[in-house]
């Protein structure tokens, strides 16, 4: 363990060099070095900028052989000018303003060089080290009026120091200037000190308290239903936000679901998450393919597509959907199942006859949003060998990539009386597992009973 010694040494050279600092420790070892709470940083860097210096003289005051001394010495090559009285310089409006107690700047000229550092009034005593000293004598008299010269600038170094509640780069509060960090950091250390008092309970203070402090609160990058790209495993995977937590200390956590698949994964930082790279628009590319911009199309690669038409049905086959784009009074039927390529199977499954309740969601305003629920009957299916004339698979799964089962259910609802009759679909091809998830046992739905709907 370090001796106490040691830690003045490390915590002194923190605070008073003038040097940035370079690494996280360093930064934490200045905040501990100025009284901050413990895990605060204090990032110092160095800013080089012009000064201005000015000079007072009284218009009736005769220069001093002394002076006079000092100023042709100063005007030789090579001798540089001396500042005179302790400023700052105001970034934004490029003026100097004294140093006051609470709020003074250390500045540098190139060479790394002290030019004024202390808070302290000198003004009743000489500075050391300095050739000559202003006069700050009271004007007494119109005559005693001082004349302002301005001579030429100078570049100087300016220490900037931004203060901050946290590791920096986690959207923590942050602080231009340390009297409203202080103040901040009084209240930090108060709740601090009510939390560890076991007679009191409280909240332990953490970084994001203050609102962002002179920085923006911090806000989440991603929304629910955006499409997005996640960091898993080295690897940049395509997935779909599904839900979004803010925690106190973490930030935002997001739940994605991967389409590649159908997996979901809870806790996902923001870190490792960024926008899809060339996510193609669905409604400009079923525009490209003979639909208009109220269809969506999701090219899945070869012959596989996925189509939502306006009304929510989704289309598994790019042929039946422009069937339905074409011609929307034509409704598919038993009748006129075997016209597909290949064409539906009408025996052979057990899944045939079978009920299933399917759901979907639709926008009824600009901020409600409506589940209309419709019984449909499996009527044909095609099988993972089935080919069409092409000899290509009759269907291949989103999920697997592979040939697989798809089932044709039908609805046969009645929109005459229903409330949103706008929005009934006709039919949908479903995958096996999609089939499971939706069919109905006996108990839940007889075909003598009229059907659910809405």
């Not at 994001?208 to 806000?219: A, I, V, W």
């Not at 057990?350 to 409506?370: D, I, P």
Request: hydrophobic share 30%; charged share 30%; with cysteine.
């Amino acid at each position: 363990m370090a001796s106490d010694q040691t830690v003045l040494n490390i915590m002194g050279h923190a605070l008073w060099a003038a040097k940035p600092t370079p690494t996280d420790l360093r930064a934490q070892q200045l905040a501990a070095a100025l009284g901050y709470p413990a895990g605060w940083r204090v990032v110092r860097t160095m800013e080089e900028m012009e000064y201005n210096e000015t000079v007072v003289r009284k218009e009736n005051e005769e220069t001093s052989p002394t002076e006079m001394n000092v100023a042709s010495q100063e005007a030789e090559p090579g001798n540089s000018q001396i500042k005179k009285e302790d400023v700052r310089a105001d970034e934004d409006k490029g003026d100097t303003v004294p140093a006051t107690e609470k709020d003074s700047t250390i500045k540098f000229d190139v060479n790394d060089n002290e030019r004024a550092t202390s808070h302290v009034d000198e003004s009743s005593k000489p500075v050391q080290g300095r050739k000559e000293s202003i006069a700050r004598d009271e004007p007494t008299s119109t005559s005693d009026i001082p004349a302002v010269q301005t001579q030429p600038g100078r570049m100087v170094k300016v220490i900037v120091d931004r203060i901050y509640a946290g590791k920096p780069g986690t959207d923590c509060d942050m602080w231009y200037h340390h009297a409203a960090a202080t103040r901040a950091a009084l209240i930090w250390m108060e709740k601090e000190a009510i939390h560890e008092d076991p007679e009191q309970s409280g909240p332990a203070p953490t970084p994001f308290d203050f609102k962002g402090g002179h920085m923006l609160p911090r806000s989440a990058r991603f929304d629910v239903g955006d499409k997005v790209e996640v960091l898993y495993e080295g690897e940049w995977w395509d997935a779909k936000i599904l839900r979004r937590n803010e925690h106190k200390v973490d930030g935002f956590r997001y739940q994605v679901f991967y389409s590649s698949d159908s997996s979901k994964q809870s806790g996902v930082a923001e870190s490792s998450i960024r926008p899809r790279m060339n996510d193609e628009d669905p409604h400009k590319t079923a525009a490209s393919n003979g639909f208009d911009e109220t269809w969506q199309a999701f090219s899945q690669g070869g012959n596989r597509w996925k189509i939502i038409g306006p009304d929510g049905t989704v289309y598994k086959s790019k042929k039946a959907a422009l069937q339905a784009f074409n011609n929307k009074s034509d409704k598919p039927s038993k009748d006129s199942l075997t016209e597909e390529d290949p064409p539906w199977r009408t025996v052979g499954s057990e899944y045939l006859g079978k009920f299933v309740r399917w759901v979907t969601e639709h926008k009824a305003s600009a901020r409600r949003k409506v589940a209309v629920e419709q019984i449909g009957e499996v009527v044909g299916w095609i099988s993972e060998t089935d080919v069409d004339k092409a000899g290509e698979p009759g269907f291949v799964s989103e999920k697997t990539g592979k040939p697989a089962s798809l089932y044709h259910v039908v609805f046969n609802d009645e929109p005459t009386h229903h409330p949103y009759a706008s929005v009934l679909i006709e039919f949908v091809d479903l995958e096996e597992y999609e089939l499971k998830e939706c069919i109905l046992s006996e108990e839940e739905y007889r075909p003598n009973k009229k059907a659910r709907v809405g």
